[in-house]
């Protein structure tokens, strides 16, 4: 057995370190924005933003982490999450508690201001998101930009494309399948949970009623049923909001893998990863440092980033973040 489990730890890291970029797209490249906004650095244009938001609101990091996978996983990173209309992706319930879109907009005014009609919101979603995560310098990695922002957004592609928070882990595994993504990737970018926030009404089946048995969810550790019981009443109208990792929730690290391993997962879907053959290795070698999340957590970050971008003539470079150019 313990030379199974050698061999099987050596197959995981030999993987996760093949985890490469993406290519994704041709066009996109590091420093893509170098000599394009007169003497303006893009980059560091936004990083200034970013960081003032941070100094002030710690919470932008989760509220950036959620904007770009949220944009991401429906047509792709082409901002079309940032449209403003009836029925745009914006107004689907999953998208109801995603913020961040004002810092996108400050961002968005900086750059016109110096180079109207050159820095997609596509991009600034992509670089916000970065800065933010690299708050505390340890994750910070380098991103590729030459976005192009598109020019559709429906509340039913979000409905469609975004997985839930109760998925099993093979149901979690297709979806990130179906946008070019493996089960590696899947595991890293769940970690972003280490900094996010959910709300009462998204756990009250696992703590009240599960699977209509009514009783808690018995893969949940009884001493969180207890607490989120606490701060989630059975019959209570307000939807507060819980942290998704208990101990250490504004700092970027590797609490979530282990707390998932202790049976204290907030959502289900994270639970489920834990538990699943398929993905449990993996949990582990993160949480025990067997892997490098903030590496490997970067590389992921950015072959999302370069899921289904619109490039070169596609789309368009949007004058405002919310509206298609007229």
């Given amino acids: 057995m313990a030379a199974l489990l050698s061999a099987s730890a050596i197959a995981l890291v030999l993987a996760l ?26 980059e560091a244009t936004v990083r200034s933003i970013v960081a003032a938001r941070f100094a002030r609101d710690r919470s932008i990091v989760p509220a950036l982490l959620r904007l770009q996978f949220h944009d991401c996983f429906v047509k792709g990173c082409d901002a079309s999450i940032l449209l403003e209309g009836r029925g745009s992706e ?30 997609s919101c596509a991009d600034i979603i992509v670089i916000a998101t970065r800065d933010a995560a690299g708050g505390g310098k340890q994750y910070t990695y380098t991103v590729q930009t ?25 149901q979690a595994i297709a979806a990130f399948r179906a946008k070019g993504l493996s089960t590696s990737d899947l595991i890293l970018l769940l970690g972003a ?34 607490f989120l019981r606490s701060r989630c009443p059975q019959k209570s109208t307000a939807n507060s909001v819980i942290a998704l990792d208990q101990a250490t929730p504004a700092v970027v690290d590797t609490g979530y893998y282990k707390q998932i391993l202790a049976k204290r997962g907030v959502l289900k879907v994270d639970q489920n990863i834990a538990s699943a053959a398929s993905t449990n290795a ?45």
């Fill in 90 to 119: 914006k107004t689907a319930n999953p998208n109801l508690s995603v913020r961040g879109y004002d810092l996108v907009d400050q961002v968005k005014s900086a750059l016109e201001s110096k180079c109207p009609g050159v820095v």
């Fill in 17 to 42: 370190a093949c985890l490469a970029v993406a290519p994704g797209h041709g066009a996109l490249q590091v420093g893509f924005y170098k000599g394009k906004c007169n003497s303006t650095d893009v």
């Fill in 146 to 170: 030459g976005r192009r922002d598109g020019t559709v957004s429906l509340a039913s592609d979000a409905v469609r494309n975004l997985p839930g928070d109760s998925f099993s882990a093979a």
């Fill in 282 to 326: 993996t949990v582990k070698a993160l949480a025990n440092g067997g892997l490098s999340f903030p590496a490997l957590f970067g590389k992921a970050m950015v072959k999302m980033g370069a899921v289904q971008v619109l490039t070169g003539s596609q789309g368009q470079i949007r004058k405002s973040c919310r509206f298609v150019n007229k």
């Fill in 193 to 226: 949970h280490t900094v996010g926030v959910t709300h009462c009404s998204f756990v009250l089946n696992r703590l009240y009623n599960y699977n209509g048995s009514g009783k808690p969810d018995p893969a949940m550790d009884p001493a969180l049923v207890s």
